[in-house]
């Protein structure tokens, strides 16, 4: 059964409401655990800032969204991501976040070579994972669903995401990992089995929902409990693998959710948590 | 390379444009070689005049859509579907197609049982696969993009399809196969190795194009060429399995080719095809 002490807000969720001061602020004062933090939201307020705040406060971070974004249409294009990557990983030191989410990245413009963004985004988490290591920061990738293969993130399955794993960290435990985002992930048949084969991979959980008509590709998730996923199934799945982390709630939804007052959406995320996760 | 003497439409890609009597007129007018048939629109057709005219065309089906849809909330509504496809499987034989497409069907209403949904599927194929048999009608499955899962289909790549096929089909040749929709699959990291496995059960070969970006989930699928689908790669795959029948074009568009006059989107089709296909 959720408990709130593990209830951590993606920032995302409440984007619009919220700067990042206000929502550590207002995340802590409902006793909200974790927070998530994007770096757009991070630069506007300042690191100095965020990390006296979050101390102050005792909020834990789930995670720094987002490093990754690898493939590009040049060499030149590559190593800027990667630079950015490497300061991603510098800030989530500062922070103390648990992990850098990574959402890897999509097909260059121009161009329809699917397996090849694939090799570049192994590539870009190759350059980067020394560094990650050095810093004592887990790497997380995020498969993301298949209907963002083309623009966001061609890595589409936690099995692929594994893949990777095994092939770029095969030794090291989990200095690459996996964040299990239901949202992308619940339709997969091979899920249960894949989440088992993660095991101390599992470095990240998002929670939201699949709505029934979903409006738009990227802006209509779901509250937990309003759509079709079956939440905790898939939690007792992660559960099993020991995975003992923050339970992060994100959901990017421009017509409903982002358009509430903020302390609705907090309340609202933690009666849900411990409803349906 | 693509041959105009492979070329199908399905109706679909002019469903705005033409009922069933005027599609069979323009596709045959433009030399185009196939149809594939909706039968919302047969029934407005007609089935006695729709065989007439594929016979005076000389048109061939390349696939009646669709069967399927085999979920339900009680037994009850599981018949009726069933009703239905041992219906559509007679239809099929009357109009000389060389399949009958399946869209499976997605998670009844209220419910979250993905698994439960799933089992239903096989549970339906398996109460209309003799009657297929016995007409001489194949059937396939074809599996949809995972952003379908919830309320179109829950057979989401062609590993679970062929995984039904096996199951239900193991000694028979492909009775039970499946259609592979370069729409639905481009994504999947497995797609080439799934399309080696499915071998002979590839019966219907459906090509469109993935759009940057795309704007609605279910109508807004773009023209070969316009995407970024490496369609031609695809293709070499589903030829190596010795599929030579018809290569479908079907595209929902509800803001670009529906808008557009019918001999544009067929002449289109025509020229794209040998481009990209």
């Keep these: 059964m959720a408990d709130l002490a593990r209830l951590s807000i993606n920032q995302a969720t409440t984007q619009a409401q919220y700067g990042l001061a206000e929502a550590i602020a207002a995340y802590s004062n409902a006793d909200v655990a974790g927070i998530s933090i994007w770096r757009d939201k991070l630069a506007e307020c300042g690191l100095d800032k965020a990390v006296r705040m979050l101390a102050d406060r005792g909020l834990r971070v789930s995670g720094l969204c987002r490093g990754g974004m690898f493939p590009g249409a040049d060499a030149a294009a590559r190593q800027a991501n990667i630079d950015d990557n490497l300061l991603a990983i510098d800030e989530a030191v500062a922070l103390g976040a648990a992990c850098v989410v990574l959402v890897c990245g999509g097909i260059p413009e ?61 030794c090291h435990g989990a200095d690459l990992g996996v964040a299990v985002d239901v949202y992308h992930l619940w339709w997969d048949p091979d899920l249960q089995a894949q989440i088992e084969r993660a095991g101390e991979r599992v470095l990240a959980f998002h929670v939201c929902d699949w709505l029934v008509p979903t409006t738009d590709l990227l802006l209509d998730r779901g509250m937990m409990g309003d759509g079709v996923i079956n939440i905790r199934q898939i939690r007792d799945w992660v559960d099993a693998t ?15 959710w982002w358009k509430r007052p903020g302390d609705e959406v907090i309340n609202t995320c933690r009666k849900r948590f411990l409803e349906t996760v």
């Design 110 to 170: 121009g161009s329809k070579d699917l397996a090849g963004t694939r090799e570049m985004i192994r590539d870009g988490l190759g350059a980067i994972l020394p560094h990650a290591r050095a810093a004592g920061v887990p790497l997380a990738i995020e498969p993301l669903h298949p209907m963002y293969a083309a623009d966001r993130c061609s890595i589409n399955t936690l099995g692929q995401a594994l893949d990777l794993c095994d092939q770029l960290d095969g």
């Design 242 to 256: 020991g995975y003992d982390g923050l339970i992060e709630v994100e959901i990017f939804s421009a017509q409903n």
